[in-house]
């Protein structure tokens, strides 16, 4: 089974800049929820989606991946996380013939969860 991961993580922030590679206990927060996503059991493909290079950079060297940088028009403060995950799910498709049949959610702001939580997530969606 495809389970994608897809963690959105745009570079501009109101109140904090760059925000997303903000420091807990000395770890930008976007590489938790990558973290998580990597130590899955389900999941076999982890993605941020971001319009900053450094916070590519950063997600890259925590093994994630950045097939397409976000545009100007989907960093905006009010632009919904659908928008951003169709513009992905449709690069993917187009691009490399790739259709998860499960696409996870994990904010970057968000970092204290435990893998196990997310495949018990995972596991219940294939239940039900």
């Known amino acids: ?13 109101k109140g904090i800049k760059l ?8 770890k930008p927060l976007v590489a938790f929820s990558i973290e998580h996503s990597l130590a899955s059991k ?14 590519a950079k950063v997600s890259e060297e925590y093994g994630a991946e ?15 996380d659908l928008p951003v995950f169709e513009h992905m799910l449709t690069y993917l498709k187009e691009e490399e013939n790739y259709e998860p ?6 904010r970057p702001t968000s970092p204290y969860r435990k893998a196990e939580w997310v495949d018990s997530a995972i596991k ?3 239940e039900n």
Not at 1 to 13: D, E, Q, V, Y
């Open 66 to 80: 950045i097939p397409i940088f976000r545009s100007k028009e989907l960093a905006g403060d009010r632009i919904l």
């Open 19 to 26: 925000k997303n590679l903000s420091k807990i206990n000395g």
């Open 1 to 13: 089974m495809k389970i994608l991961t897809i963690i959105p993580a745009r570079g501009g922030s």
């Open 101 to 106: 049949e499960i696409v996870v959610h994990l």
């Open 42 to 55: 389900l999941i076999n493909r982890t993605i941020v989606s971001t319009d900053n290079e450094e916070i």
């Open 124 to 126: 219940l969606l294939i």
